[in-house]
């Protein structure tokens, strides 16, 4: 039994139905989305303690500008993808979001 198939067990996720290998391809997402998630708490935290302190200015308003504006950007996409892609897995193959894309 694989680490994955113990996670997805775990979390009460029925997983003798599942095709082989798709319990590590979910646990894979929500890894990500958990990982994503907590680089998301650091980066409010980073940006709330710079604002606090005023360096948030220098970077708004410095080169660095673009370049935080397509962090953000590119951030907030992918965590919307994570979770839905997670709900998408959590379904299964034959789930409501996934049937319509085969």
Same mark, same amino acid.
């Given at each position: 039994?694989?680490?994955?198939?113990?996670?997805?067990?775990?979390? +009460?996720?029925?997983?003798?139905?599942?095709?082989? +290998? &798709?319990?590590?391809? &979910?646990?894979?997402?929500v890894f990500q989305l958990a990982s994503l998630t907590i680089f998301i708490i650091c980066a409010v935290d980073f &940006? @709330?303690?710079?604002? @606090?302190?005023?360096? #948030?200015?220098?970077?708004?308003? +410095?080169?660095?500008?673009?370049?935080? +504006?397509?962090?953000? #950007?590119?951030?907030?996409?992918? %965590?919307? @993808?994570?979770?839905?892609?997670?709900?998408?897995?959590? $379904? !299964?193959? =034959? !789930? %409501?979001?996934? =049937?319509? $894309? =085969?």
């Amino acid at each position: 039994m694989h680490l994955a198939e113990i996670l997805c067990i775990s979390r +009460g996720l029925i997983v003798a139905s599942w095709p082989c +290998g &798709f319990c590590d391809w &979910f646990v894979c997402i929500v890894f990500q989305l958990a990982s994503l998630t907590i680089f998301i708490i650091c980066a409010v935290d980073f &940006f @709330r303690r710079s604002l @606090r302190l005023g360096y #948030l200015e220098t970077l708004i308003k +410095g080169p660095l500008s673009y370049l935080l +504006g397509a962090m953000v #950007l590119s951030v907030v996409c992918i %965590y919307i @993808r994570s979770i839905y892609r997670t709900i998408e897995l959590a $379904q !299964g193959w =034959t !789930g %409501y979001l996934i =049937t319509p $894309q =085969t």
